[in-house]
C-alpha cells in the first residue's frame, strides 16, 4: 500500500464512480479499477461494494477513508513544514557560547531577528573548553570561541578581532594617563574573573617577565560584575574591549593602554563540516557576514583562518 494507491482509493470514494475519479485523475478508468483491485489484495478485505453501480464503500473500505485521508494530509503538512523551514518561516537554532563570546552575538541576532522573527534560537551558556564537543556531539548547531579549536570535524571562520584592555574607573590616578608599563601596574588592586582562561596565564606571565608583581585581590564570577565593580572605585581590570563599550562611551570607565600588553584575539564560529547546515544556521552566517562587510572594524568573515 503506497500513497498514490491511497489517492486513487479517495478520488473513488469522493466522486461515487470509477469514471468520474479517473476523468479527476486524467487517467483510464481500467488503470483506476486495477489500482483498487490491487489495493484490496494486499489488504485482503473488499473496499467497494461492486454490486452497485456507484461506488459504495464497504465497511474495510469507510475505515480506510479516515486513515487514508489522515496520511494524505500529514504528507500535505510535512511538504508545507518543509517549505516554511526553507523560507525561514518556522524552525529553531541552538548556539553555544561563553559570557564573553555571547557579546559578539547581540548585533547578529538582533539582525537575525529582524530578518527572521519566526526561528526560535536558544543561545546556550558553556565553556569555551567545552564547546568544541558540543558542536561535534550535535549538542548545539554553531559555536563561539576565541581560538581556532584544531578539530578536523569542524569549520572555523573568524567573526571579531578583540583585545583584552585595562579600565580604571575615572577617579584613578592613572585615568589620565596616555599609557602605562606593566611596573606602573605592580602596586594596583586588580579585579579578575574567576575562569581560568589561556588570557589570564598570558597576563599572569608578562607580569612574571616584568619582575611585577600582579596583585588579584578580588575575584568576580562575571565580566558585569567585575565591570561594576571597577567603576565604583574598587580597583583596575583587564577586560574584553567588546564588554565594555559602552562603560566607555558613558565615561564611566577609562582605558589606559599598557606598553607591554598586547593581547588580540580572534573569534570564531564553528560548524561541523560532515553535517549539512540547517536553513536557519546558513541564514544565520549570511547574515553573520553582511555585518562584517558593512561594519567593517572589528567585524570580520573569514573562513578558515588560522
Not at 488503470?31 to 473496499?47: F, H, M, T, W, Y
Not at 546556550?124 to 581560538?147: A, F, M, Q
Amino acid at each position: 500500500m503506497d500513497l498514490a494507491q491511497l489517492e486513487v482509493f479517495l478520488a473513488v470514494a469522493r466522486e461515487g464512480r470509477f469514471s468520474r475519479a479517473a476523468e479527476k485523475l486524467y487517467r483510464t478508468q481500467s488503470a483506476v479499477s486495477q489500482s483498487i483491485r490491487k489495493l484490496e489484495d494486499e489488504l485482503g478485505e473488499p473496499l467497494f461494494d461492486r454490486s452497485s453501480r456507484e461506488g459504495v464503500l464497504t465497511d474495510a473500505g469507510r475505515v480506510l477513508q479516515e486513515y487514508a485521508e489522515r496520511l494524505l494530509n500529514l504528507r500535505g503538512d510535512a511538504h508545507e513544514a518543509l517549505v516554511e523551514l526553507r523560507e525561514l518561516q518556522k524552525g529553531k537554532l541552538a548556539i553555544a557560547a561563553n559570557e564573553f563570546t555571547a557579546l559578539y552575538l547581540l548585533p547578529v541576532l538582533a539582525e537575525f531577528r529582524r530578518l527572521h522573527p519566526m526561528i526560535r534560537i536558544t543561545v546556550r551558556r558553556s565553556l569555551g573548553s567545552h564547546i568544541p564537543d558540543d558542536v561535534i556531539r550535535h549538542s548545539t548547531e554553531l559555536g563561539v570561541l576565541t581560538y581556532d579549536p584544531q578539530e578536523p570535524q569542524l569549520c572555523s571562520t573568524v567573526v571579531y578581532l578583540d583585545e583584552l584592555i585595562l579600565v580604571v574607573p575615572p577617579s584613578h590616578p592613572l585615568a589620565t594617563a596616555h599609557q602605562v608599563s606593566i611596573r606602573q601596574l605592580g602596586a594596583e588592586s586588580f579585579v579578575a574573573h574567576n575562569v581560568a582562561s589561556p588570557y589570564r596565564e598570558k597576563v599572569i606571565q608578562a607580569f612574571k617577565r616584568h619582575k611585577t608583581p600582579l596583585h588579584m585581590d578580588i575575584e568576580l564570577p562575571t565580566l558585569q560584575a567585575i565591570k561594576r565593580f571597577v567603576a565604583m572605585g574598587n580597583g583596575v581590570a583587564l577586560l574584553p574591549e567588546i564588554s565594555v563599550e559602552n562603560e566607555l562611551a558613558r565615561g564611566e570607565l577609562i582605558r589606559i593602554p599598557v606598553r607591554e600588553l598586547r593581547l588580540h584575539r580572534q573569534l570564531r564560529l564553528i560548524y561541523r563540516k560532515s553535517a549539512s547546515l540547517s536553513h536557519a544556521a546558513r541564514a544565520f552566517l549570511k547574515v553573520a557576514e553582511t555585518i562584517a562587510r558593512e561594519r567593517r572594524g572589528r567585524y570580520r568573515f573569514q573562513r578558515g583562518t588560522k
